[in-house]
């Protein structure tokens, strides 16, 4: 996965979009020499650009989702002493974790 600070999306007017992805490009929703579009349709290069766009908010989500499953998990631990450690809680949130250190390059 490329980190997030190699992608960048411009608006660049009401009807013009410019979508970048280090070797991608796309103008009006129109590829332009990319290597990563290669051998993909055009659902797919579609698809990977709006969910790119969509990146810093899915990203944002994310991090506050893996914050209240952190607490969630606190407080079911103390309210359950003898339930199983690691609880369901703290596993979602240390996937969450993992993902989040992914799509930061870490």
């Given at each position: 996965?490329?980190?997030?600070?190699?992608?960048?999306?411009?608006?660049?007017?009401?009807?013009?979009?410019?979508?970048?992805?280090?070797?991608?490009?796309?103008?009006?929703?129109?590829?332009?020499?990319?290597?990563?579009?290669?051998?993909?349709?055009q659902e797919e290069i579609d698809a990977n650009a709006c969910l790119i766009?969509?990146?810093?908010?899915?990203?944002?989500?994310?991090?506050?989702?893996?914050?209240?499953?952190?607490?969630?998990?606190?407080?079911?631990a103390v309210n359950n002493p003898l339930a199983a450690?690691?609880?369901?809680?703290?596993?979602?949130?240390?996937?969450?974790?993992?993902?989040?250190?992914?799509?930061?390059?870490?």
């Open positions: 996965m490329v980190p997030l600070a190699h992608c960048q999306v411009v608006q660049a007017g009401p009807n013009r979009r410019i979508c970048e992805l280090m070797d991608h490009q796309e103008i009006n929703d129109q590829p332009c020499g990319s290597i990563a579009s290669q051998d993909k349709t766009a969509a990146a810093p908010e899915l990203l944002a989500a994310l991090r506050a989702c893996c914050a209240a499953l952190v607490e969630a998990g606190k407080d079911f450690r690691p609880n369901l809680y703290e596993l979602h949130a240390a996937a969450a974790l993992a993902v989040i250190q992914k799509a930061e390059g870490n």
